[in-house]
């Protein structure tokens, strides 16, 4: 058995605007495991800013994992709790390698092509004309659930842009999320919270910076519009932990990021805590390209959630992996008999 491993940087097709910056491209690394004639990729995705594994000893760590890789991934996992992305790679990687097609990892109606995926359409801040038009192209594709990015522009502007949209859209025709990514202060957060509600939206994400339990719980208590946990979970590992985190907060859903969490099974240990709290969750991609969308989405296809997921990110960049998946009325779906794409990949599998 082999591993090798390279860094693929995935360029975005319009610059993506959050409150943590714009994103012009994206770094992912991928590794591949070969043992005799079968191959198995996974990928290891960064978001600068926010993924926590250490930047500094990425590469040399990724290394080590490659010259390790007869150990198993249990072994190896042992030793990269800081690193969750190689941790969700690693896994992805072994489980393709297990399967008879690398790119089929759990077998289901979803990849037979006969079932697919709710998902929400992804609308990137911008100047308001921006903003309205990504959302006017979203439900024109029918998408029936609109997730915006909130918390760097002016709020007013802000509120205008979902009150154009209730305005066009009612409730019943549209479901809203938004985003803030911890954008709100501490001091600001109820009353924008309340703001918010007017508009009838769906949940909020991360309305606060993580690591203020207190806070979060207060806003958990008294806010009109529910909350999303989404980075709080980064970092927090230990079973635990997250029972007393998810106790003290209170949340009405979690969203897990299994790049940003340390993997599948690991998003497997958050869902039953959640679900003995009668919390709710739903996944997102951590932006991956189309193959960590690809293991996300068959392992949340499996889970049999009917919530909106996080998934159709597959569209944003110019030079993703060209793949089965494909978005149709605001489903994900994955069409057989399409061909992956192998070339970045062929000359270390063959």
């Keep these: 058995m082999k591993a090798y491993y390279f860094r693929h940087l995935l360029n975005f097709k319009t610059p993506g605007g959050t409150s943590r910056g714009v994103l012009n491209s994206k770094e992912s690394w991928f590794l591949v495991i ?13 978001i600068n800013g926010l993924s926590p594994d250490p930047q500094s000893t990425f590469e040399d760590k990724l290394s080590e994992v490659c010259c390790n890789i007869s150990l198993g991934f249990e072994k190896l996992k042992s030793k990269l709790e800081p690193y969750p992305s190689i941790v969700f ?11 008879s097609d690398p790119f089929i990892l759990q077998n289901s109606d979803f990849v037979k092509g006969e079932d697919s995926i709710p998902i929400n359409g ?21 998408f029936d659930c609109i997730k915006i990015k909130v918390g760097a ?25 938004v985003d803030a990514n911890g954008a709100f202060s501490t001091v600001s957060a109820l009353e924008k919270l309340k703001k918010l509600s007017e508009y009838d939206l769906h949940s909020i994400e991360q309305p606060i910076r993580p690591k203020m339990h207190e806070e979060m719980a207060f806003l958990c208590e008294k806010s009109p519009l529910a909350i999303a946990l989404d980075e709080e979970l980064i970092g927090v590992t230990k079973i635990k932990d997250q029972k007393k985190m998810l106790d003290e907060i209170r949340p009405s859903y979690v969203v897990l990021k299994p790049s940003l969490i340390g993997g599948l099974k690991a998003a497997d240990s958050w869902i039953e805590i959640a679900n003995s709290q009668k919390i709710k969750w739903w996944s997102t991609s951590a932006l991956e390209s189309n193959v960590g969308l690809n293991a996300i989405s068959q392992w949340v296809f499996k889970k049999g959630s009917i919530m909106k997921q996080g998934l159709g990110t597959g569209t944003l960049y110019s030079n993703n992996i060209n793949s089965p998946y494909y978005i149709e009325k605001g489903r994900l779906k994955y069409n057989p008999k399409k061909k ?11």
């Design 89 to 99: 790679g690693l896994e992805t990687a072994f489980l393709s390698l297990k399967c």
């Design 153 to 177: 522009l002016n709020f007013d502007l802000e509120c205008e842009v979902l009150k154009f949209l209730r305005l066009e859209y009612s409730l019943n025709d549209i479901e809203i999320r």
């Design 122 to 142: 992804l609308i990137w801040m911008g100047e308001k004309s921006f903003m309205i038009k990504q959302i006017k192209e979203k439900i024109d594709n029918g």
């Design 340 to 350: 992956w794409e192998t070339k970045l990949f062929n000359n270390l599998i063959f």
């Design 34 to 46: 070969v043992d005799n004639n079968s191959y198995g990729i996974g990928e290891c995705s960064l």
